[in-house]
């Protein structure tokens, strides 16, 4: 597990396990987004299987990337080099947190009861939603690193 907190890839002060976690998460949206270009065409199966996939793999991501906080120091260890104030990245990693967990319930809602919403007509709604809580949690969790590894 060493690896983990080896210089990584981006070319900042962050380690290995924050730039691996930072990539996914930037590409998340594009990853979703193909999965509902599915749905749109009509390859409800697929979509399916990709939104599941997709899904999986996201909480393993997060799983990874927590024991690496919590190995690695925290918020405070990784916030000693940055020039930023420590109380305005705290409350954005609040509301990055806050967005990326209410996104994790109702993205996991959205996919455990697809069948159920498909019936009442709510899923595309649910599914929107969830993407655009993809989005914002994949754009404040890159306002997170820029905050803590690059200002």
């Known amino acids: 597990m060493n690896y983990m907190f080896e210089t990584g890839f ?22 979703v987004a193909s999965a509902i270009y599915l749905a749109r065409k009509k390859k409800y199966k697929y979509h399916a299987y990709s939104q599941v996939f997709i899904f ?5 991501v997060l799983t990874y ?7 690695g120091g925290g918020f405070d260890f990784f916030m000693k080099e940055s020039g930023v104030s420590h109380s ?10 806050i967005i990326s ?6 993205w996991a809602v959205t996919i455990f009861m ?9 899923h595309k709604k649910a599914g929107l ?7 914002m949690t994949s754009l404040t969790g890159i306002w997170v690193y820029f905050l803590m590894f690059v200002y």
């Open 65 to 71: 990337f927590e024991i690496g906080v919590r190995m």
């Open 88 to 97: 305005y990245a705290l409350i954005v990693l609040i509301f990055h947190i």
């Open 129 to 135: 939603i969830t993407f655009g809580g993809v989005v």
């Open 56 to 60: 999986a793999f996201s909480v393993i």
């Open 10 to 31: 981006l070319g900042t002060r962050a380690p290995f396990f924050m730039d691996f976690v930072t990539l996914i998460v930037s590409l998340l949206p594009m990853l």
């Open 101 to 106: 967990t209410i996104t994790l319930v109702i």
């Open 114 to 122: 697809a069948k159920k919403q498909i019936q009442l007509n709510k």
